[in-house]
């Protein structure tokens, strides 16, 4: 593995650093791009078997790593992210301007790239997206967070077009690197989301969208006549294979044994369990550490008890996470130090804070008035000491570590029932704010994702109440000084962790199992994949 470079190293002290910099990731296992086979030949269909479907084929809507896989083909974006270096790099976007208080964006597209309905991509159908994004509110949250206090989207000529924010956003160039905001057809933007979410987007990628079986397949086919891929894709024109197929098959166990007998070619969310047999096969594991928002139990900071912030850190000390990420997860998953994953810029290690101390969990739990009852279950005023936490079966990892996370709370007096949803459920439940805890993470390579994820003034799921880490979260996001940038995350990220308005877990990993005849797989800056320089032999 390569060594990531210090949180406040050089490469960071710069605005363009700021501005054109997400994180460094490290990758393990077989290299993403894997050019000593033989020689790439294009043909051939890709069979992906994943865990769960979204309920949902539209990139501005989606967040699960599941769907986003597929998803992901069908758009491109304004510009890509090196998964090396961090840097933002050109792709339907030529160039950029960007003003020196960061509060202007102005991009210079490319000529001649069309959508695969054949219309035209011009500086009013990147226009028509951006007004149309906030529009998605709670449906695409990511996307919405992403454009949020944007003054105007404006043409200047046909293949320019500039972005003007009502406060220094110095966040939004890697954004526009996200498949959040990935470029659909202006007839596309005109859809409703609901429809959108059935039938699927009309993009300018790699790949077209054939058939959508929900809960089954997701199918695309190679787009022709693709000439305008991202600069850093080492193929020039028309993706490699001619098909993609990405099945659901939940069963951990059952994706493991179809890689293994050739039913499929890759699999997503391999298990530490099924790690021993994948690697007697002709198989070889994928694996790159996830930036952002590390999976741990969201809080609904405004249901009774856990208003409490000494419930809240009790239960925060109550979790061994060293013994979660060795027991549950891949091989090199790491403990959380932080709320933010170790490869997110201005990452600060938190992990004293963080620390196993079922003691310490104990004696808050005394001082909040919750007193250990017969069952070893706390009560208070008559109320038992009890806790729901949802999820969802996307990753074989959630139900073991879950499970485990149970044992620990109950050993200090919490009582954790655990209530299975379908993924399509989780966004109304957290619009809804009916539930105490969810289990999730959040991707993204800039920390401006503690904004997106926990701003009372953007859609703020966790019930956070207003105050001081409000004016935090959106300084960080206005200074155009990179060292201030970084003080103010790190304000950020201990205000969290001190106050326990989420309780970080252990950082997720991405983990796929690949045939060998496959070949030049490339995880992109989010651990997501990319399959246009992906070919069969």
């Not at 091989?331 to 310490?360: C, W």
């Not at 706390?378 to 990892?397: E, Q």
């Not at 703020?460 to 003080?487: H, K």
């Amino acid at each position: 593995m390569r060594a990531l470079p210090p949180a406040r190293s050089p490469r960071w002290t710069t605005l363009a650093a700021l501005v054109t910099t997400g994180a460094l990731l490290t990758a393990c296992g077989s290299g993403t791009d894997d050019t000593g086979s033989g020689k790439p030949r294009s043909g051939g269909t890709l069979t992906f078997a994943v865990g769960s479907d979204a309920g949902c084929v539209d990139p501005q809507q989606v967040g699960s790593n599941d769907t986003i896989y597929s998803v992901r083909q069908v758009v491109d974006s304004l510009t890509d992210q090196d998964p090396r270096t961090g840097k933002i790099v050109p792709w339907l976007a030529r160039s950029w301007d960007i003003s020196a208080d960061t509060t202007a964006f102005t991009f210079h597209l490319r000529s001649g790239v069309t959508f695969s309905d054949g219309s035209p991509l011009t500086a009013q159908v990147v226009k028509d997206n951006f007004d149309a994004v906030p529009k998605l509110g709670v449906l695409g949250t990511l996307a919405e967070g992403y454009l949020s206090g944007v003054r105007s989207t404006t043409v200047v000529d046909p293949l320019t077009v500039k972005v003007t924010f009502r406060q220094p956003n110095a966040q939004f160039l890697q954004a526009t690197s996200t498949h959040s905001l990935g470029i659909e057809s202006s007839a596309s933007v005109k859809r409703s989301p609901q429809q959108k979410c059935s039938d699927g987007v009309v993009g300018s990628g790699p790949f077209v969208l054939k058939q959508y079986v929900q809960n089954q397949s997701i199918t695309l086919a190679r787009r022709k006549g693709y000439a305008w891929g991202s600069s850093r894709w080492a193929k020039k024109g028309e993706a490699y294979l001619d098909r993609l197929v990405f099945k659901v098959v939940p069963e951990a166990g059952v994706r493991a044994g179809s890689l293994r007998s050739g039913q499929v070619d890759a699999i997503g969310s391999v298990g530490r369990a099924d790690e021993a047999a994948l690697k007697g096969g002709p198989v070889t594991l994928q694996r790159r550490a996830n930036p952002g928002i590390v999976f741990g139990l969201g809080f609904n900071n405004a249901r009774p008890v856990l208003k409490d912030a000494r419930v809240r850190r009790a239960i925060r000390s109550a979790v061994d996470r060293k013994q979660i990420a060795d027991t549950v997860f891949p091989t090199g998953t790491r403990p959380a130090t932080s709320v933010l994953a170790h490869t997110t810029p201005d990452y600060t290690d938190l992990g004293t804070d963080l620390a196993f101390d079922p003691a310490r969990a104990k004696s808050l739990l005394d001082t909040a008035g919750w007193k250990a009852g017969g069952d070893g279950v706390r009560t208070k005023d008559g109320k038992r000491l009890s806790l729901t936490i949802d999820w969802v079966p996307n990753a074989a990892t959630n139900q073991p570590a879950l499970e485990l996370i149970q044992q620990q709370l109950k050993a200090v007096g919490v009582q954790v029932t655990l209530k299975q949803l379908q993924l399509p459920q989780l966004t109304p439940i957290q619009q809804s704010g009916q539930y105490d805890a969810i289990w999730g993470n959040i991707t993204r390579a800039d920390p401006d994702i503690l904004r997106s994820s926990f701003s009372t003034k953007l859609a703020n799921f966790y019930r956070v109440p207003a105050g001081g880490l409000d004016t935090t979260l959106a300084a960080q996001a206005a200074t155009t000084d990179p060292a201030e940038r970084g003080r103010l995350v790190e304000r950020a990220q201990r205000s969290i962790v001190r106050d326990a308005y989420n309780v970080p877990v252990v950082e997720l990993q991405t983990q796929l199992g690949l045939s060998t005849k496959v070949h030049s797989l490339a995880f992109d800056a989010s651990s997501r994949i990319q399959l246009h320089d992906t070919w069969i032999g």
